[in-house]
């Protein structure tokens, strides 16, 4: 039992640890070649958050273990809009800037909204699964969502990006290489110790990928908002949460989609609402307050308490 802890949370350090290194070489190679700094912070930078997740999912996915893939990804979000944000909140009152308020957020809930539809076909008489076709038109829906980032960004956001650090070339090919090795071997060493632990416990795998799964891969996100908070860069703190819930309902579940069709557990559905609801409130909370496009303290001590018992219901009633 020791042994599959060990590897549990080994392989997490091993993971994130893999996916800054796979980041600051890729990073630092783009810079060189002249790649724009905004291109690589949609790109380069933002997947890096997404990477945890996206290993975690193809690992699952490979190895048959689809409730911990899908419930990975709908705890992820959960953990960005409700625990990410909220923390970063009370850090710092977060400033959510236009383009964020009325696209990013609306976004991540429709992609929400066509995943459901796409998730649920015993409405159409079918088995419930996401295919691969499902998949593809995810991957179409990032598509945009990266096209209107590319072309359509705020010029306050460009100077939030993060600044990136170049190295000599041999540096950025030693970071990709270990980067490549710690997602590869953290991702396996996960999916096989957190079905183990699932069984222990008694818990369903689709628990597990909602609650403790998707909290440590969560945990890039947590750190970048934090220390973007502190920082008073509240917008990127915001930014980078949503833009990661967008990235794993279109990259995260459409690639793994493709690597193996995702069966899709009905009782699922309630944390699907719960992210749509999670959504619509934080468009109140930063609608609503008294400064306007600003979510504040105590918006999110309450969106912390409502994760709280998210993680409360997950562990006790999956």
Do not use: C
């Amino acid at each position: 039992m020791a042994e599959t802890y060990f590897f549990f949370f080994g392989g997490f350090v091993i993971l994130i640890l893999g996916a800054h290194w796979l980041v600051n070489g890729a990073s630092s190679i783009g810079e060189k070649m002249g790649v724009s700094q905004l291109v690589m912070g949609l790109t380069v930078v933002a997947l890096g958050t997404s990477l945890p997740e996206l290993i975690v999912n193809i690992f699952a996915g490979a190895k048959n273990n689809t409730d911990l893939a899908i419930g990975n990804i709908l705890g992820s979000n959960i953990t960005n809009t409700l625990l990410v944000i909220g923390v970063a909140a009370v850090v710092y009152p977060v400033s959510v800037g236009k383009k964020s308020f009325k696209f990013d957020v609306p976004y991540s809930m429709f992609v929400l909204v066509i995943l459901a539809v796409l998730a649920n076909d015993s409405l159409f008489g079918r088995q419930n699964r996401i295919n691969r076709i499902d998949g593809i038109i995810l991957l179409l829906f990032l598509g945009y969502f990266l096209y209107t980032s590319f072309f359509k960004q705020e010029k306050e956001d460009k100077s939030l990006l993060p600044e990136i650090k170049t190295y000599p070339l041999y540096v950025s090919l030693l970071y990709i290489t270990a980067g490549g090795a710690g997602l590869y071997f953290g991702g396996d060493w996960i999916v096989d110790s957190a079905v183990k632990i699932a069984k222990d416990f008694g818990i369903s795998e689709a628990a597990m990928g909602l609650t403790l799964v998707a909290g440590a891969t969560s945990l890039p996100e947590l750190v970048t908002s934090v220390v973007a908070a502190r920082k008073k860069n509240s917008n990127m703190a915001f930014g980078n949460a949503v833009g990661s819930n967008v990235l794993n309902i279109t990259l995260v579940l459409g690639v793994t989609a493709l690597i193996k069709p995702i069966p899709f557990a009905s009782h699922l559905n309630i944390e699907l609402g719960l992210v749509l609801f999670a959504g619509i409130l934080l468009m109140i909370f930063i609608k609503t307050g008294k400064s306007k496009l600003t979510l504040n303290r105590a918006e999110g001590i309450i969106l912390i308490l409502i994760y709280i018992a998210f993680i409360y219901f997950s562990t006790n009633y999956q």
